[in-house]
């Protein structure tokens, strides 16, 4: 799957305050060596490297156009393209920073683990990720999905988001390797302007790819056209104008 970095930054402010949560909530750990999984173009890097200023920071991303942005941002911290899955590095890192792209990944039962095994002693791992599968601005993807010409393009679209675990579930996966684990949710109403149309937006950066990428141009623009004429449906409009967004996130923070 394709990122335009471009797109992904339209709503940058929006996007970060779910970072600046986690940072926030970060227990007192010594970070001397920071890595930023799913760096993107490079808007939760800075926060972290703004975050431990003495800190080694790097990052990480599949996206050949999210690390070019990330590189043209932050000329001074050292950037990888590399998939997650794959990534070799055995650290031992002080901090690892997972910011909206575990979703993406399958076996969070194998991978968090795997990621704790390269946490320093006392070091920690930083999770955030969208919860929103059931909204429904995300059920509307999939119903368009499955109610049109494009339904054999679009028969597995759904499948490349991992549904999250429950909350009992990231414990036990956690807790066995790790001496301390803290899990909550959030819900986060964005007032977007632009109504329906910043909405559709906001999620051909992110949630949209999947269900427009396998799509030949004139399909992407008819399938556009049923999703915004459906979040005008979904979403009252505010007085005088734009939308509330509701986006629920998980969090995570597992110390070694």
């Excluded at 990480?60 to 156009?65: E, F, G, I, M, Q």
Aim: proline share 9%; hydrophobic share 45%; net charge neutral.
């Amino acid at each position: 799957m394709t990122w335009s970095a471009a797109q992904y930054s339209l709503f940058e402010a929006e996007r970060n305050r779910p970072i600046r949560d986690l940072l926030a909530a970060l227990p007192p750990i010594a970070v001397r060596n920071a890595m930023d999984l799913g760096c993107g173009p490079g808007n939760s890097t800075e926060l972290l490297a703004a975050r431990f200023p003495g800190a080694a920071v790097a990052g990480l991303d599949s996206s050949p156009d999210m690390i070019e942005a990330a590189r043209s941002r932050l000329p001074g911290l050292r950037f990888e393209l590399a998939d997650l899955e794959s990534w070799g590095d055995p650290g031992p890192f002080d901090l690892l920073l997972a910011n909206a792209v575990l979703q993406w990944l399958p076996d969070h039962a194998t991978l968090l683990p795997a990621l704790t095994g390269r946490l320093a002693p006392g070091g920690c791992l930083a999770v955030q990720m969208p919860d929103n599968l059931d909204e429904p601005v995300q059920r509307l993807m999939r119903d368009i999905a499955l109610d049109g010409p494009w339904a054999a393009k679009l028969a597995g679209a759904a499948r490349q988001r991992t549904a999250p675990a429950t909350a009992e579930g990231y414990y036990a996966m956690l807790r066995v390797r790790c001496t301390q684990v803290e899990i909550w949710r959030t819900t986060y109403f964005h007032a977007l302007a632009g109504g329906p149309g910043d909405v559709v937006d906001w999620f051909k950066g992110s949630g949209l790819r999947p269900f427009l990428e396998p799509l030949e141009q004139a399909e992407r623009g008819a399938y556009l056209e049923r999703y915004l004429a459906g979040v005008r449906r979904i979403l009252p409009p505010l007085p005088g104008g734009g939308v509330l967004l509701p986006f629920p996130r998980l969090f995570l923070l597992a110390v070694r």
